[in-house]
T-cell receptor, first 111, second 122 residues
Framework: SQQGEEDPQALSIQEGENATMNCSYKTSINNLQWYRQNSGRGLVHLILIRSNEREKHSGRLRVTLDTSKKSSSLLITASRAADTASYFC???????????FGTGTSLTVIP | GAVVSQHPSWVICKSGTSVKIECRSL??????MFWYRQFPKQSLMLMATSNEGSKATYEQGVEKDKFLINHASLTLSTLTVTSAHPEDSSFYIC??????????????????FGPGTRLTVT
């Protein structure tokens, strides 16, 4: 399977704390993206990091990419209750014009 | 940003009937669209890649005769679940890339997702 894996599967934190979730993938990639999905809804694009980048920031989001380890992490700082959602990484393999999603992390931020 | 719509947003059908789901790119022309399926509390699984004017490419394990894909125009792809069964109940999501972003190195690989269609087969 091309699908990547994320950990943890579920994460519960207090509002104001930071949340870190990790993604591992299997093949070489052009880029890696993170998406957010509220329960039963569509996906919202959060951030894209290219294979030649190591770190990227967007507001309270910080993404790192280690291509040697085939892994990425998403850090959400100063979490809010509204951040409660599922987060997925998606890889864009070098050899195929398609996306493969990780298994996802379910984040719950407790007010 | 680019907008992708899906219709219907939810549908209930009886076992044995067929259901058509539409995916439209509203403000750009999409030569390629993707169809995903998501079971409850699971990730999105790519089902097929829909190419305008040609046959869809299906992922391993996805029955092409059961999940018919038609991409007859640059703004519309349809997924028809034929002879639906309860195990086909799922959340179906489409996505599209905007080829107009090909010159934007920061964005050209972004996919725009539809809001999804919840299918329940009784």
């Amino acid at each position: 399977s091309q699908q990547g894996e994320e950990d943890p599967q579920a994460l519960s934190i207090q509002e104001g704390e930071n949340a870190t979730m990790n993604c591992s993938y299997k093949t070489s990639i052009n880029n890696l993206q993170w998406y957010r999905q509220n329960s039963g809804r569509g996906l919202v694009h959060l951030i894209l990091i290219r294979s030649n980048e190591r770190e990227k920031h967007s507001g309270r989001l910080r993404v790192t990419l280690d291509t040697s380890k085939k892994s990425s992490s998403l850090l959400i700082t100063a979490s809010r209750a509204a951040d409660t959602a599922s987060y997925f990484c998606a890889t864009d393999p070098s050899t195929r014009n398609q996306f493969y999603f990780g298994t996802g992390t379910s984040l719950t931020v407790i007010p | 940003g680019a907008v992708v719509s899906q219709h219907p947003s939810w549908v209930i059908c009886k076992s044995g009937t067929s259901v058509k789901i539409e995916c439209r790119s509203l403000d750009f022309q999409a030569t390629t669209m993707f169809w995903y399926r998501q079971f409850p509390k699971q990730s999105l699984m790519l089902m097929a890649t829909s190419n305008e004017g040609s046959k869809a490419t299906y992922e391993q394990g996805v029955e092409k005769d059961k999940f018919l894909i038609n991409h007859a125009s640059l703004t519309l792809s349809t997924l028809t679940v034929t002879s639906a069964h309860p195990e086909d109940s799922s959340f179906y999501i489409c996505s599209a890339r905007d080829p107009g972003l090909a010159g934007n190195l920061l964005r050209f690989n972004e996919q725009y997702f539809g809001p999804g269609t919840r299918l329940t087969v009784t």
